[in-house]
């Protein structure tokens, strides 16, 4: 799916120790394209909070509300990004997607699969009619602008 040697699969609590490391390791980043939106990751997340997160999305994945994709490399010993798939909060959209790599990934061949596999796999496997690539064909500041969701 991913570039070769990586893959995605739905997250879950007992990846906390890869994910604490790879969301606290690029924090000032991921905080200047969430913070202002999610109010998220707080300089302050405990590894506790975080694995909390974790067990929250894995519920709602399950319940089909919301889905969030860990990337792992294909042994499964570092988490380098994330994807989420969530209902919108905004008007206009049926499903809002964004995604991450950490930073030492930023700008590298695998942030550049990532970029070209989203929106294909969204448009190919994925029922939605709207969806709204934040950061990519919207940007944050123009997603925060738009009205709430009915």
């Not at 609590?13 to 604490?20: K, W």
């Not at 319940?63 to 499964?76: I, K, Q, R, T, W």
């Not at 942030?111 to 796999?121: H, I, K, M, T």
């Amino acid at each position: 799916m991913v570039a070769g040697g990586y893959h995605l699969r739905p997250i879950g609590g007992g990846d906390a120790e890869f994910d604490y490391p790879a969301v606290m390791g690029s924090r000032e980043r991921l905080w200047s394209i969430y913070g202002e939106a999610w109010g998220w990751p707080k300089e302050s997340m405990t590894p506790e909070q975080n694995r909390d997160d974790l067990v929250r999305h894995a519920v709602e994945i399950a319940a089909h509300v919301s889905f969030n994709y860990a990337l792992f490399d294909d042994a499964e010993t570092a988490l380098l990004g994330c994807v989420y798939i969530d209902p919108p909060r905004k008007a206009g959209g049926d499903a809002e997607i964004s995604w991450w790599v950490v930073d030492d990934q930023v700008g590298s061949d695998l942030q550049r699969s990532l970029d070209a596999l989203v929106p294909r796999w969204i448009a190919e496997a994925w029922p939605f009619e709207r969806p709204r690539l934040i950061g990519y064909d919207i940007s944050w500041q123009d997603w925060l602008a738009l009205p709430d969701h009915a």
